[in-house]
C-alpha cells in the first residue's frame, strides 16, 4: 500500500432525527454498530465508527439527531451533535427528499453556515422519490447555503453510496491511519452490547414507553474456554406503568426483546451468549445529572 496518497479524516454524520444517519453508517461500514429504529432519537452518544481502504480511513462521528431539547438528556445530545462540528474535517448533511425545508432544517443551516467545516449535503431515500423530482429538490437544497457538493443516495437500497465514499475521500487531506486496518469501532463491545438491547426494546415496545428508557450492562464475563458470555443487563424506565409494559404477559415482552438481542450480540462476540435481563424504574431520569452520567451520557468535553 502506497502511503503517500494515504488520506484519513474525522467525518461528521448530522441531520435531524430519523432521517437515516445510522442505516447509513451501516451501509458505509458494513457491519451493524449503529442502532436503527423507526423512533427518532435513536442515537445518543457519538458512535464513532472506521471505514478502511487502500484510498485511506474514515471515521465516522455519528452524532444524535438535532432538535430542539425539551429536558436535559435532549440538551446533552444537541449539544454532542454540534460540538462534533468543530471537530470533524467534513461534515455529511443527511437530509430526506423534499421540496419543504422546515424549521428544524433551518435551524441546521444556520448552524452549518458558521462553522467553516467544508459540508457534503446528502440527499438519502432516493429510492421514495421520481428522478425528475430529484433536480428540483436538489436546487431548493443548493439555494440554502454553498455546499462543497450534493450526494444523492440511498442507504437502505446502497445506492450511489460508492460514489458517496469517492467524495468523502476526494475531500480528505493525506494523514495517518489512526485505527488498526481491522477497526470497526472504538466503542467497548458492554457499550454496543447495551445499544443493541435499547434498540430492541424500542422496536418491540408500544408508543407508550419511546425513549425514557436506557440500559445498563452490570456484568459482561467470558466463562473459561471462551465458547460462552454472560451478560446481566438491566433495562431503566421512568414510571411502574412502563415496567408492566416492558416485562410484558407473564414476561412474554422482556423474553422477546432478550431473544432478539441476544442474537445479534452473538453475531457480534462470535460466541453463544446467556442473557439475562432485568427492568427497573427509576423516576424522572432523563432530568437526573448523576444518573445521565451514570448510564453513559457524559460530555466527553467534561471528561477530559
Known amino acids: 500500500m502506497s502511503m503517500e496518497k494515504f488520506k484519513s479524516g ?22 451493524k454498530i449503529a442502532i436503527t429504529s423507526n423512533k427518532p432519537q435513536t442515537t445518543r452518544n457519538r458512535i464513532q465508527t472506521v471505514y478502511t481502504d487502500k484510498r485511506g480511513q474514515v471515521i465516522f462521528l455519528d452524532t444524535p439527531g438535532i432538535h430542539k431539547s425539551k429536558n436535559k438528556l435532549g440538551e446533552f445530545m444537541v449539544e454532542t451533535a454540534e460540538s462534533t462540528f468543530t471537530d470533524a474535517d467534513v461534515i455529511l448533511w443527511l437530509v430526506e427528499p423534499t421540496d419543504y425545508i422546515g424549521a428544524g432544517e433551518q435551524y441546521i443551516v444556520e448552524k452549518l453556515k458558521n462553522c467553516g467545516t467544508p459540508v457534503i449535503l446528502v440527499i438519502n431515500k432516493i429510492d421514495r422519490v421520481k428522478k425528475e423530482e430529484l433536480l428540483g429538490f436538489i436546487a431548493n437544497y443548493a439555494k440554502q447555503m454553498e455546499f462543497a457538493e450534493i450526494v444523492p443516495v440511498s442507504a437502505l437500497k446502497g445506492e450511489n453510496t460508492d460514489h458517496l465514499l469517492e467524495v468523502l475521500f476526494s475531500h480528505l487531506s493525506e494523514g495517518p491511519m489512526y485505527f488498526d486496518e481491522d477497526t470497526v469501532t472504538d466503542q ?4 454496543i452490547a447495551a445499544e443493541m438491547i435499547r434498540e430492541k426494546a424500542l422496536r418491540n415496545l408500544s408508543d407508550e414507553v419511546p425513549h ?9 464475563h ?8 454472560d451478560i446481566e443487563a438491566t433495562i431503566i424506565c421512568e ?3 412502563h415496567k408492566g409494559i416492558i416485562i410484558g404477559k407473564q414476561g412474554s415482552m422482556l423474553k422477546k ?5 441476544r442474537k445479534e450480540i452473538e453475531m457480534m462476540v462470535g460466541c453463544k451468549v446467556n ?5 427497573k424504574v427509576k423516576k424522572d431520569w432523563r432530568d437526573n445529572d448523576v444518573m445521565l452520567k451514570n448510564y453513559g451520557y457524559v460530555n466527553h468535553d467534561e471528561e477530559e
Open 10 to 31: 474525522f467525518v461528521a454524520l448530522v441531520g435531524r432525527p430519523n432521517v437515516g444517519k445510522s442505516t447509513l453508517m451501516n451501509r458505509l461500514i458494513g457491519q
Open 188 to 191: 467497548p463491545e458492554r457499550q
Open 222 to 229: 467470558e466463562r473459561p474456554g471462551g465458547r460462552l458470555i
Open 212 to 220: 425514557g428508557i436506557a440500559v445498563t450492562i452490570e456484568k459482561m
Open 257 to 261: 426483546i432478550g431473544q432478539d438481542a
Open 275 to 279: 442473557l439475562q435481563l432485568w427492568v
Open 239 to 241: 414510571r411502574d406503568s
